[in-house]
């Protein structure tokens, strides 16, 4: 996934997460992004390419 995001001219790096269950998932993730618009507009750019994203708010 990262490879093709790359692709995408779009730079991302991945989070290892476990779960309390004991299943591990890895988190693709892109930005921080100065505003709202950029997020949007790259997660514009991801649902054309053919993938999910979601847009979440700083921390």
Known sequence: MRAELALLGLSSRIERVTLDSGAVYHRVRLGPYANKADAER???Q???AGKDGLTLPAR
Do not use: D, N, Y
């Open 42 to 44: 790259v997660r514009a």
């Open 46 to 48: 991801l649902q054309r």
